[in-house]
């Protein structure tokens, strides 16, 4: 006699409803997860590569602080963020003449950055699943 003959029929509604709820609990997190990696490969990637062009540019040409400028700006106009990748877009299209200018187009990116205005992770374990 198999297994599922012994259980009553309200038992087995019940795992039904149990094994629903774990099904969209389950699509749920996948949906959460995707958002998060999305927002990890446009908000901070773009954040990170414009702290570090920030940090770097004497080292860098203007043809590749513009080029990466432009870049950043894609990202952030894909996760949304319109007006900060705006004013990156602006900032681009002054390196190489007006240094003050572009310093300050770029500061004011920055601060439209929603990254920027997220708190960071409080330790290691938020962050990651060990």
């Known amino acids: ?3 599922s003959a012994l259980i009553c029929g309200n038992c ?3 795992r039904a409803r149990g094994n629903r709820s774990l099904e969209i609990s389950q699509k749920k997190l996948r949906q959460e997860v995707l958002e998060r ?3 990890v490969q446009t908000c901070v990637l773009a954040r990170e590569i414009c702290l570090l062009v ?3 540019r004497a080292v860098l040409d203007p043809k590749d602080v513009r080029e990466i400028c432009l870049t950043i700006s894609k990202l952030c106009k894909e996760c949304g963020c319109d007006e900060a990748s705006e004013m990156c877009r602006k900032a681009a299209e002054t390196v190489g003449g007006d240094e003050a200018k ?3 187009m770029c500061a004011q990116s920055c ?3 929603g990254q920027a205005r997220r708190p960071a992770p409080k330790n290691d374990a938020d962050r990651y699943v060990t």
């Open 102 to 104: 572009y310093l300050e």
């Open 111 to 113: 601060v439209k950055c």
């Open 54 to 56: 920030r940090t770097n």
């Open 37 to 39: 990696i999305k927002y």
């Open 12 to 14: 087995q509604t019940s």
């Open 1 to 3: 006699m198999n297994r």
